[in-house]
């Protein structure tokens, strides 16, 4: 609608002009990274580090090497053997 369009609208009495709120678009997409600073990043990467099996590790933890990959599986594969012969014992009991 044009300034004058609006003008006409709000000589009538019987109408009102409300401004409601503006749209404004700063950015396209979801991406929340290129809208964070680099000492929150930093700050992520601390927290990965101590949290090494939280999903922040996946996003923003170093890269791990192939040596603590491979150990990180064995140390899982033995995790869960051990909880199926806990398992296992408790129902004989």
Excluded: C
């Excluded at 109408?15 to 700063?26: P, Q």
């Excluded at 992520?44 to 949290?51: D, W, Y």
């Excluded at 051990?82 to 009991?93: C, D, G, M």
Aim: proline share 2%; aromatic share 2%.
């Amino acid at each position: 609608m044009s300034i004058s369009d609006m003008q006409k609208i709000i000589s009538n009495p019987n109408m009102e002009l409300i401004i409601d709120s503006v749209n404004i678009v700063s950015q396209q997409g979801d991406n929340i990274d290129a809208k964070t600073d680099a000492g929150w990043k930093e700050t992520l990467a601390k927290i990965s580090e101590a949290h090494p099996d939280s999903e922040l590790t996946k996003q923003y933890g170093k890269r791990r090497s192939t040596k603590d990959v491979k150990t990180e599986q064995v140390r899982k594969k033995h995790k869960t053997i051990a909880e199926r012969r806990i398992k296992r014992i408790q129902k004989l009991q």
